[in-house]
Antibody, heavy 118, light 107 residues
Framework: EVQLQQSGPEVGRPGSSVKISCKAS????????MNWVKQSPGQGLEWIGW????????DYAEKFKKKATLTADTSSNTAYIQLSSLTSEDTATYFC???????????WGQGVMVTVSS | DIVLTQSPTTLSVTPGETVSLSCRAS??????LHWYQQKTNESPRLLIK???QSISGIPSRFSASGSGTDFTLNINNVEFDDVSSYFC?????????FGGGTKLELK
């Protein structure tokens, strides 16, 4: 069974960084790219970027190029997103989602709530 | 970037009705359009891929059609369990973009 298990909720102070994990199981981690999606409270979905775990290659939406850093550890089948220079605009739920063949995201993590607060 | 415009923003229906949700793309995206359902406080769930392809485990009352710039998600015989937000997403080009969503409510 494919599962994406994300880490727990985070609280970060303005200006700090947080790092969220997404541990994959039930499939070959390097066979699928991993997307990250942001959902601000009560809002829609925003694509942040993706990482190809096999090669470590990444692509980001322009808006998130200075905000997010995507990495992957193939030894632990875990993808990560680091969010830097936190502001209140970063308060949101962050999802990881597996992408099938440059297409739909077929499996999603449960989401991680990040709250930016002093 | 490709902009996806969903309409209506909110849809209030009676159980048993059949409804159609629209997703319009700013540029042609072929059939690289996918639909997701998201219930409150849950992760999105893939409903339909590539404009019209069904997904295993999704009830047959969900169907979709379209290509190019105009896409439709149909829900036949709406049930209480269908109360959710529905999002379309394009994977024709980067960045991937989502529509703003349609919230389905029951009367």
């Amino acid at each position: 069974e494919v599962q994406l298990q994300q880490s727990g909720p985070e609280v970060g102070r303005p200006g700090s960084s947080v790092k969220i994990s997404c541990k994959a199981s039930g499939y070959t981690f390097t066979d699928y790219v991993m997307n990250w999606v942001k959902q601000s409270p009560g809002q829609g979905l925003e694509w942040i970027g993706w990482i190809d775990p096999e090669y470590g290659s990444t692509d980001y939406a322009e808006k998130f190029k200075k905000k997010a850093t995507l990495t992957a550890d193939t030894s632990s089948n875990t993808a990560y997103i680091q969010l830097s220079s936190l502001t209140s605009e970063d308060t949101a739920t962050y999802f990881c989602a597996r992408e099938v063949g440059l297409g739909a995201q077929d499996y999603w993590g449960q989401g991680v709530m990040v709250t930016v607060s002093s | 970037d490709i902009v996806l415009t969903q309409s209506p923003t909110t849809l209030s229906v009676t159980p048993g009705e059949t409804v159609s949700l629209s997703c319009r793309a700013s540029h042609s995206i072929g059939t690289n359009l996918h639909w997701y359902q998201q219930k409150t406080n849950e992760s999105p769930r893939l409903l339909i891929k590539y404009a019209s392809q069904s997904i295993s485990g999704i009830p047959s009352r969900f169907s979709a059609s379209g290509s190019g710039t105009d896409f439709t998600l149909n829900i036949n015989n709406v049930e209480f369990d269908d109360v959710s937000s529905y999002f379309c997403q394009q994977t024709q080009s980067w960045p991937r973009t989502f529509g703003g969503g349609t919230k389905l409510e029951l009367k």
